[in-house]
């Protein structure tokens, strides 16, 4: 397999996850009743779009065509989130658990991805502004979790 093309399929893969991620926090946006945790989760969906449109780019840089929307997982994984909160009694503190858990995720995808040492370093340093604003992330969620608790 061509090189152009391995880069390619592992960012198609981080790519759909971002998607995956976008449309998991903008359907938690819409969950919750905290204006300030409507405000985080909007402002995550948007810096998904964002680290979307970026690998995109990327992809298309290698001859590559991106995968246009999410997958099948992460569908199930958003419907699992809703019914999970029509039966919960604190829906906020539930949506936070399953947004560290995704975030979690992802963080693990992209410390995978940037184990992989063979990429231009451009894209290295692409990954590791994203990694690092996931990080971050993750940090939020638990504080917005201690401040419900």
């Given at each position: 397999m061509k090189y152009e093309k391995i880069i390619s399929d592992k960012l198609n893969e981080l790519l759909i996850k971002n998607y995956d991620a976008e449309s998991g926090y903008i359907k938690a946006m819409?969950?919750?009743?905290?204006?300030?945790?409507?405000?985080?989760?909007?402002?995550?969906?948007?810096?998904?779009?964002?680290?979307?449109?970026?690998?995109?780019?990327?992809?298309?840089?290698?001859?590559?065509?991106?995968?246009?929307?999410?997958?099948?997982?992460?569908?199930?994984?958003?419907?699992?989130?809703?019914?999970?909160?029509?039966?919960?009694?604190?829906?906020?503190?539930?949506?936070?658990?399953?947004?560290?858990?995704?975030?979690k995720a992802s963080l693990e995808e992209y410390n995978n991805l940037l184990s992989n040492n063979n990429f231009p370093s451009r894209l290295i340093e692409l990954l590791r502004e994203q990694r690092n604003v996931i990080e971050n992330s993750i940090n939020k969620v638990k504080i917005y979790e201690e401040s419900l608790a």
């Amino acid at each position: 397999m061509k090189y152009e093309k391995i880069i390619s399929d592992k960012l198609n893969e981080l790519l759909i996850k971002n998607y995956d991620a976008e449309s998991g926090y903008i359907k938690a946006m819409k969950e919750v009743d905290n204006t300030n945790l409507k405000e985080f989760f909007g402002k995550q969906a948007e810096q998904r779009s964002i680290f979307a449109r970026q690998l995109r780019t990327e992809i298309l840089t290698y001859g590559e065509m991106p995968e246009d929307s999410g997958s099948l997982k992460g569908t199930m994984h958003r419907n699992w989130m809703t019914l999970k909160n029509t039966f919960s009694s604190n829906s906020e503190e539930v949506i936070l658990e399953e947004a560290l858990r995704g975030e979690k995720a992802s963080l693990e995808e992209y410390n995978n991805l940037l184990s992989n040492n063979n990429f231009p370093s451009r894209l290295i340093e692409l990954l590791r502004e994203q990694r690092n604003v996931i990080e971050n992330s993750i940090n939020k969620v638990k504080i917005y979790e201690e401040s419900l608790a």
